[in-house]
Structures are given as C-alpha cells and as structure tokens.
C-alpha cells in the first residue's frame, strides 16, 4: 500500500479531519502530522490532507514534538492505537492490566483512555457465568 493512501485511511478511520479542540483529536493530529513530516510529506500537502492550513499543521507538529520530549501522558494515551497501526501489530492487554490501568488511573480522563481501549478491544476479557466463558 503506498504511503500516501495508508495516512489517507489512518485520517479517515480516526476522523482526523473533524474541526474539534478536543484534546483527544489535537493530540492524534499532531501526532500524525510529526509522522507524516518524518516521511517527507510538506506542510502544505499535510494540511490538504487533514483540510488544515499549513500553518496550523507547523503549530501542531511543535507541539507533538513539545508533548513527546516532556512524556506527557495524555499525549501518548491518546497516540497509541495510531502508533500500533503504523508499525502493524495489535496492543494485547490483559484482565490484569485493566485491573491496574483502573486502579492506577489519577482522574477521568484516565478512565476515558481505558474506555477508548475496551472499544478498540485492546484488553482480553473472558466473562464468567456459570463456570462457562462468553468471550
């Protein structure tokens, strides 16, 4: 697949071009945008594929950079899925992993993260009833 069509899906899939200040969608934005500038794509072809001024791409590709050198948390919660699909492999997750994301999480937007995971299918639940798995 060439590589201009595998962002194209990963920007569609994620609806990376809705206009929102979320933090969740700012982060997965620039995130891509310092991936595809990686890659060698300009800030103008970036921006006409995310419908973004160029601009508005450099700002959010400094921030990228900003949030990945200081380890911000929610930055890499965020990007995680969109860095497991770029290199192609499945983020397993056990029951005890959830049980320890939950346990350790430090506010609601940590809670959002481990729901964004179960969505995604990210942790390996079996459910129980009667001696009988669900799964």
Do not use: P
């Not at 929102?20 to 103008?44: A, D, E, H, P, T």
Request: charged share 30%.
């Amino acid at each position: 697949m060439q590589l201009k069509n595998k962002f194209t899906d990963l920007i569609e899939t994620n609806d990376l071009r809705k206009r929102s200040r979320k933090r969740k969608y700012v982060n997965q934005r620039g995130y891509v945008i310092k991936l595809m500038r990686g890659y060698g794509f300009s800030y103008i072809e970036i921006g006409e594929m995310l419908g973004l001024n160029h601009a508005t791409c450099i700002h959010a590709f400094n921030n990228a950079n900003l949030w990945e050198s200081i380890n911000d948390r929610h930055f890499f919660n965020d990007t995680e899925h969109l860095r497991a699909a770029m290199n192609n492999f499945k983020v397993n997750r056990t029951m005890q992993d959830l049980y320890l994301d939950v346990k350790n999480a430090g506010g609601l937007k940590d809670l959002e993260h481990i729901q964004e995971r179960i969505r995604r299918g990210e942790y390996q639940i079996k459910f129980y009833e009667n001696e009988q798995i669900l799964n």
